[in-house]
């Protein structure tokens, strides 16, 4: 288990000290992604992501680079729904210089305009890459299909519109306002002494506004249909789901039913859809279990004209799984999720975004025991209902790519009745 301590501010600091690990990760999170955004200032997270090496107080971009560099070390970045994070890694001994660096970053980029109009543009291209990904545009179709207008529905990248709109005015009253102490959390992983690095997070963020918890409405499940043909596109890509409950509620049954249902090979639906049938070049079956609300998302990409039977057997093999669960089946999805769940607790950077996850949500860090005992403890009555509940719901779906005229409608007859 981590050490964790509070700042006067309320930023949190958690430590695993690892002494194996002859490198050291450090991540700063800070709870502020597109859940907190509203419609006209969509994306603008990600583009303070992109601008925070772009310039600090004391540091150009350039300094930025090199001074992570000259430690053999990386430093990067990522935006994500509910939260944004900036990483390094490097050797241990130099874990307190990576968190006033990344202290730097968060607390004194300076978004230069120069370099905001420079990077305006690769955020454009990066727009324009994703808009490409017919199983991207599939995903971000699905999301409206689920929730509609909520924030819950706003892609991370944001859209075209604002990238081109947002102004330095803007990426800095965002900060101003989100970038508080109470949603900061400085998470290290390796050889460290956690006192040093306390005092090292003490002396970037100590004095940080402590600001107000960035909470948001859990969405609410509007059960759509979304469609887009996309020029160009030879296949049929299909991302249909259902809501299930979120990080700190019961959620552990259909973790279970997702893995049961469609991860690895052997799972009924790549068993069955493309090594029996032929039906899909690629399916999947995953849950996405956050804060504010939790996703089942079945995913596939098939041939256009075998986009029917699909949708006919994805449907009997989820009522399917109402009736009978397979035990040997579950047996798999458990170990599964186990050996899953413990390379994530085995990698520093993953390790340090659980625990940070796991503070935003339920105010602790989950032990590593506690997690393999909920997964352990779900029985074959728990995952039937587990599908039951969602099949009463209704799910969402989404389609994208090429498909035939017609195909809404067939869909939203088979799952909007």
Not at 55 to 62: K, L, M, N, P, V
Not at 103 to 128: C, N, Q
Not at 232 to 247: D, E, K, N, S
């Amino acid at each position: 288990m981590p050490e964790i301590a509070t700042l006067d501010n309320g930023v949190r600091v958690v430590v695993f000290a690892t002494p194996h690990l002859a490198t050291a990760a450090v991540s700063v999170f800070v709870r502020s992604g597109s859940l907190h955004e509203s419609a006209r200032h969509n994306g603008i997270s990600h583009v303070i992501e992109h601008m925070a090496f772009k310039g600090t107080a004391s540091r150009d971009c350039q300094r930025i680079n090199l001074d992570a560099e000259r430690l053999g070390a990386d430093v990067n970045a990522h935006t994500d729904k509910d939260h944004t994070a900036v990483h390094m890694r490097g050797l241990a001994r130099d874990a307190e210089a990576f968190v006033a660096m990344l202290g730097d970053i968060v607390r004194k980029s300076t978004f230069p305009e120069v370099e905001l109009e420079r990077e305006r543009e690769v955020l454009l291209h990066e727009y324009a890459e994703v808009e490409d990904d017919a199983l991207e545009t599939a995903y971000r179709l699905f999301d409206k299909a689920c929730y509609g207008d909520h924030p819950a529905a706003r892609p991370v990248i944001g859209t075209r519109a604002n990238i081109r709109r947002l102004t330095r005015a803007d990426l800095v009253a965002h900060v101003e306002r989100h970038f508080t102490g109470v949603n900061t959390i400085v998470g290290v992983a390796g050889d460290v002494d956690p006192d040093r690095v306390v005092a090292a997070a003490r002396e970037a963020f100590g004095d940080m506004p402590r600001g107000t918890e960035n909470r948001v409405t859990a969405p609410g499940f509007v059960r759509g249909l979304r469609a887009r043909r996309l020029a160009g596109c030879g296949q049929a890509h299909v991302v249909l789901g259902f809501p299930i409950p979120a990080l700190a509620d019961e959620h552990h049954a259909h973790v279970v039913a997702a893995a049961l249902f469609g991860e690895g090979m052997s799972s009924p639906l790549l068993d069955r859809l493309r090594e029996r049938r032929g039906l899909v070049y690629h399916a999947d079956c995953t849950t996405d279990v956050r804060d504010a609300y939790g996703q089942f998302v079945v995913e596939a990409s098939t041939a256009p004209e075998n986009l029917g039977e699909y949708f006919v057997e994805v449907t009997r093999m989820l009522r399917e799984h109402v009736d009978a669960v397979d035990p040997v089946g579950l047996e798999r999805a458990r170990n599964q999720i186990a050996v899953r769940g413990l390379c994530a607790q085995e990698a520093p950077a993953q390790r340090l975004e659980i625990a940070a996850l796991d503070l935003y949500a339920l105010g602790r860090v989950r032990p590593r025991a506690e997690s393999l005992a909920r997964i352990a403890a779900v029985t074959p009555a728990q995952v039937r209902d587990a599908f039951a509940r969602m099949l009463e719901t209704g799910a969402a779906v989404a389609l994208a790519g090429k498909f035939a005229r017609g195909e809404e409608e067939r869909v939203a007859g088979m799952f909007h009745k």
